[in-house]
């Protein structure tokens, strides 16, 4: 009965202390940026200039690049991330090909991005720039599609996991119902297993979202770090969490450096955002599924 | 209480008698490799160790604010408004100098003469393509494609860029008033990059980039650089000599000054010095007299014995004038006002 109650009281401790430290680390967030936000206010998110020199700081350019990079690697990596896991959940039997398929796609999620950001280095930009020469446009091979492309491989696992997991958990006696009808077996994915598992698909891709758009190291090193507004998915720009990275060390005027916070603050507003919108579209998904 | 005072007392004593002191920096990442090398050997002679975190310019410099380390270390000098931060005054000690050299690719890789009104074109986006005859007068003998010029900048935040945009505000108007100069830019065209690894990666990869890296990282990294027309009008190649001569001029007593574009006739114009900061009286820093002891010997070593370890890492020694300011502004360290070198 006591070690019952011990128990609970570590699970209760280690809950409460979790939630905390996301609460403090958005008062300490909202703190450092105060200054930044009494001088700036609404501007900082509007204006198109961040200027360390004359200390004018807007983060516009770099919002935009992050939704770019982001939005984009989402849609490049969706055909791949849900014929993985629809071929690993549906077509593949039980077997070597199978498992080492899946475990091939989980283990690209452990590359360090370090490494993701040196091949799109060395091995992509060349590459794009190759085609860049082709269609004529000034040849950087840097920029919001180089990004995105490297971006969409390192999402890929987080997608295709959890839709894997949740296609293998669509009920049989449904699917064979649907086969009984005479049903193809592409019918039975279109119309039986994706509507039953589209909730945690969606979680999935939300996931995936979530990673693109914290992503530092392997997008700074292909996305050109400009700061202006970026004209074409070929143009260089640069994403909230890369200029973060890039100007927090050597940042030693305190408007920098709470500018550089209130950016910080802003990404984890956003996130915030993302999650809440992915719990309610969920929920929605699982509530018109049990009709 | 009593106890207590016997504790700490006992233990200071024990820790006096193992001489085991250990100093504290933190701060510029440039003059790392020569700290490392010298801070090893000073251990190895006198037993004290020393603790240096290479964490940028701008980390240095708060945690010596905050009294978190013993000294601190900058590629850019602190200006006015900086000093007023700190809770006491500060000393600037001149360490080296370095500089910052202007890298390209181009076929072939010729060796390329600029002078500063260009490069400041080039790097303010007027001046867009390699066969623009304004290069090409200064070049004559060098056949330059018809390609656009992509000009390639640090992304993060350095001392690189501080000296590159100081030299450029000085040479051109426009420069000074559209950009300025920082260790952080608005960057009127080019890509960024991370760090001298990530610009000189770019530069190799893009034909026709431009940018500019430390002298060090081009000679280690056998890159092509410019020779470039310093304010005497002489055509410079970027050495540790050409880098010392630069210094080579009348400085200032509290030794905070800016090497780029000097008067000195054979000196690069693209150079700078890199300062360890200290507080000017060490019990302000927080420091123990004995510690404060040791790093004042440790000072005057690295800006006398320890100087013979910069060449040989591509660093510049100080010039014999800097020497000399740098000497005086030891002596003025003390410790509750009383003098620690004598």
């Given at each position: 009965m006591k070690s019952d109650s011990i128990f609970k009281a570590m699970l209760y401790t280690g809950g409460v202390i979790v939630a905390l430290l996301v609460v403090f680390s958005f008062i300490s967030l909202f703190r450092a940026s105060w200054l930044s936000i009494r001088q700036f206010g609404l501007k900082f998110i509007l204006s198109p200039v961040w200027n360390p020199v004359s200390e004018k700081f807007g983060a516009l350019p770099f919002i935009t690049g992050t939704l770019a990079t982001s939005i984009l690697a989402l849609f490049i990596s969706l055909p791949f991330s849900i014929s993985i896991a629809l071929l690993v959940?549906?077509?593949?039997?039980?077997g070597f090909l199978k498992n080492s398929l899946s475990y091939a796609t989980d283990l690209l999620a452990g590359i360090p991005s370090i490494i993701y950001g040196f091949w799109g280095l060395f091995s992509l930009v060349p590459l794009m720039r190759k085609m860049e020469i082709k269609i004529g446009?000034?040849?950087?091979?840097?920029g919001i599609l180089t990004a995105s492309i490297v971006l969409a491989i390192m999402i890929i696992p987080y997608t295709s996991s959890i839709s894997r997991e949740v296609i293998s958990m669509v009920p049989e006696d449904i699917k064979e119902a649907g086969f009984a009808l005479g049903a193809t077996t592409r019918e039975v994915i279109f119309k039986i297993i994706l509507p039953y598992a589209r909730s945690g698909i969606f979680a999935g891709i939300l996931l995936a979202f979530g990673r693109a758009f914290g992503e530092t190291m392997a997008v700074t090193m292909v996305i050109?770090?400009?700061?202006f507004m970026p004209k074409n998915i070929f143009s260089p720009a640069n994403t909230m969490a890369s200029v973060i990275a890039n100007e927090f060390t050597e940042a030693t005027k305190d408007i920098h450096l709470s500018s550089l916070i209130q950016i910080g603050l802003w990404l984890f507003i956003f996130t915030f955002l993302i999650n809440l919108l992915g719990n309610i579209v969920v929920n929605k998904f699982r509530v018109e599924s049990r009709k | 209480m009593k106890v207590v005072k016997i504790i700490v007392l006992a233990t200071t004593m024990v820790s006096g008698v193992n001489a085991a002191v250990t100093l504290t920096g933190a701060g510029a990442t440039f003059p790392y490799p020569l700290y490392s090398k010298m801070f090893s050997v000073y251990h190895q002679k006198y037993g004290i160790k020393i603790n240096y975190q290479a964490i940028g310019s701008g980390g240095g410099i708060r945690q010596l604010i905050a009294k978190t380390v013993n000294f601190g270390a900058s590629d850019a000098y602190v200006d006015d408004k900086g000093l007023k931060k700190f809770p006491a005054p500060i000393v600037h000690i001149p360490m080296v100098a370095g500089a910052v050299v202007i890298s390209y690719n181009l076929p072939g890789n010729p060796k390329l003469k600029l002078t500063p009104d260009v490069i400041a074109d080039i790097f303010l986006g007027?001046?867009?393509?390699?066969?623009?005859s304004r290069i090409r007068a200064i070049n004559p003998d060098i056949k330059l494609p018809d390609m656009a010029i992509v000009v390639v900048h640090r992304s993060d935040g350095s001392g690189t860029t501080f000296i590159f945009s100081d030299y450029l505000s000085k040479v051109s108007n426009e420069w000074k008033e559209k950009v300025g100069r920082g260790k952080s830019l608005n960057w009127p065209t080019g890509l960024g990059a991370k760090g001298n690894p990530g610009v000189a990666g770019l530069i190799k990869q893009i034909p026709g980039a431009i940018g500019y890296v430390e002298l060090i990282y081009a000679l280690n990294n056998n890159m092509p650089y410019a020779v470039v027309q310093n304010k005497s009008g002489n055509f410079i190649e970027p050495s540790i000599k050409s880098v010392s001569l630069a210094a080579d001029i009348k400085l200032p007593?509290?030794?905070?000054?800016?090497?780029?574009?000097?008067?000195?006739?054979?000196?690069?114009?693209?150079s700078g010095f890199t300062w360890i900061l200290v507080y000017k009286d060490l019990k302000d820093g927080g420091l123990n007299e004995e510690k404060a002891k040791e790093l004042v010997k440790l000072l005057w070593w690295m800006t006398?014995?320890?100087?013979?370890?910069?060449e040989p890492l591509h660093y510049a020694p100080l010039s014999p004038k800097a020497r000399k300011k740098a000497e005086a502004i030891i002596k003025s360290i003390t410790y509750e006002g009383k003098h620690l070198w004598k």
């Open positions: 959940g549906v077509y593949l039997p039980d446009i000034l040849p950087y091979g840097v050109g770090n400009s700061n | 007027k001046i867009k393509k390699w066969n623009n007593d509290d030794m905070r000054v800016s090497l780029t574009n000097t008067e000195a006739s054979y000196g690069y114009p693209i006398h014995e320890g100087q013979k370890y910069s």
